[in-house]
């Protein structure tokens, strides 16, 4: 390096090469943050909870919870309507 460029870069002047890079990883930064709102939004919309380390679950995952919480509202009205049941007959032998 020539002492001419010393003295510009001790101004402050970036030279070409270290320019590009920079820009280069300004721009990576800037398609990173994009993409990671994105998938933020995305997981919001479709109930997906978020956790420290990204997105939990996938869309399979969500569908299997939905159906076990379907059959686990099923069996609880049938166990309620299995006690009434019982409830019922014994108030009929109690008349």
Known sequence: MKRRDQRKLSKGRIKGNE???IKKNEKENKKR???ETKME???TKK???RTENG????K???RGTKNEEESR???RTE???KKTERENKKNERGN
Do not use: D, T, Y
């Open 41 to 43: 939004n995305k997981g």
């Open 47 to 49: 109930g997906i909870r």
């Open 55 to 58: 997105i939990k679950g996938s």
């Open 19 to 21: 320019k590009g890079r």
């Open 73 to 75: 509202r099923r069996k």
């Open 79 to 81: 166990e309620g309507i």
């Open 60 to 62: 399979k995952e969500l």
């Open 33 to 35: 943050k994009s993409r």
